[in-house]
């Protein structure tokens, strides 16, 4: 959730949960599909278990900051990939079958579509849970309704008719949480600061500045990590970052000289963030040129150090992707159909277009 508990102070729960809480559905949509007929041996069945309870273990602190800060270009699901090769490697070979699944290459297309797709088990844990702990209720969904209708026609995921309505729900509470929490504007801010504040540290490290930190955490940012350089050690040492070693440093760097690391620190320490402008248009370029000449004035900065603290964005929202994977319904004749045609509400055709929003953050009048 990275740092939406500002908003949503519930909001504490972790990937582990959400790792347990997959593989939990996993183990109930085996069952369901087995009831009905499809065959799942016992090996694919623990294929299934790991690449689900493993899909998420590549993430680093604080969510998907990390992924644009101290490791350049290297996805979430890139490191999950490479635990998941050296922990095959730690036993001997039995993880082969779960990565083949988690890579989309098993020949048996609904279980990799039960790891990743447009419904999957992570979906079906992750906005439960999410709307749980923050008491977003619009993003409830009812996952046990969703994974009794799941079946199986050519090994293709299919959802029966019966849960049409259950999958409607479903994808109208994924873009209320993702406007709601996933996209709040104080938690896209508060993530961007927290992003910044990583590269300035590894920015004054490369300067030569001293920055007391972790072991784990001065590793990266007096490295250029990218995907060519992401070795061993790397994952290793990655392996023993967490939210602590970045909670910590920003205790540590809020007292520092710089002025810009000095600054991003104690605005996301004291929860004092910067503004942020929504709007559906995009925001023009001389807006933001005004607040970066202010900074620059008013705190006798250079442009780079003041765009820091002022820059823009883009928020894209899109509940259902209907181009590759889509929502399947099996209907009682035999029939198959995408959802969107399948359903008589006619608002699921806008949830397949994506909406676009751009923001610009800025500072408050009294920084």
């Known amino acids: 959730m990275g740092l939406s508990y500002l908003v949503y102070p519930g909001a504490h729960h972790t990937r582990f949960h959400h790792a347990l809480g997959c593989m939990h559905l996993m183990q109930r949509a085996v069952n369901v599909l087995r009831f009905k007929g499809v065959t799942i041996s016992e090996d694919e069945e623990n294929g299934l278990l790991i690449a689900i309870l493993l899909h998420d273990i590549g993430h680093g602190p604080f969510s998907h900051a990390m992924e644009h800060s101290i490791v350049n270009d290297v996805s979430h699901e890139e490191i999950s990939l490479r635990f998941m090769e050296e922990l095959n490697l730690e036993f001997n070979g039995s993880l082969t079958l779960a990565i083949s699944i988690f890579k989309g290459e098993y020949p048996r297309p609904f279980m990799c579509q039960l790891i990743s797709s447009q419904l999957d088990m992570d979906r079906a844990d992750y906005l439960k849970r999410d709307s749980f702990y923050t008491g977003v209720a619009e993003g409830n969904i009812n996952s046990e309704r969703l994974i009794t209708m799941l079946n199986v026609v050519?090994?293709?995921?299919?959802?029966?008719?019966?849960?049409?309505?259950?999958?409607?729900?479903?994808?109208?509470?994924?873009?209320?949480?993702?406007?709601?929490?996933?996209?709040?504007?104080?938690?896209?801010?508060?993530?961007?600061l927290l992003m910044g504040t990583l590269r300035r540290a590894k920015e004054l490290v490369e300067q030569g500045v001293e920055l007391k930190c972790s072991d784990a955490l001065y590793y990266f940012l007096?490295?250029?990590?990218?995907?060519?350089?992401?070795?061993?050690?790397?994952?290793?040492?990655?392996?023993?970052?967490d939210d602590y070693d970045i909670v910590a440093a920003l205790k540590e760097w809020q007292n520092c000289d710089d002025f810009v690391l000095r600054n991003l620190c104690q605005m996301i320490l004291d929860r004092n963030l910067l503004k942020v402008k929504l709007k559906n248009k995009p925001i023009p370029t001389s807006d933001l040129k005004n607040h970066i000449d202010a900074m620059i004035k008013k705190h006798k900065v250079t442009k780079h150090e003041a765009e820091y603290f002022v820059f823009q964005g883009v928020l894209i929202n899109q509940a259902y992707v209907n181009k590759n994977q889509k929502i399947n319904i099996l209907f009682k004749t035999g029939k198959i159909k995408d959802i969107v045609k399948a359903s008589d509400q006619l608002n699921l055709k806008a949830l397949s277009k994506p909406i676009t929003k751009y923001y610009m953050c800025f500072p408050k009048k009294k920084m």
Do not use: P
Request: net charge negative; no cysteine.
């Open 154 to 192: 050519d090994d293709q995921l299919m959802v029966e008719e019966k849960g049409i309505l259950s999958v409607e729900k479903f994808l109208i509470a994924r873009r209320f949480m993702y406007w709601q929490v996933y996209m709040h504007k104080t938690g896209v801010v508060a993530e961007q």
């Open 222 to 241: 007096s490295s250029e990590i990218n995907s060519e350089s992401f070795n061993a050690e790397t994952l290793t040492v990655f392996s023993k970052l």
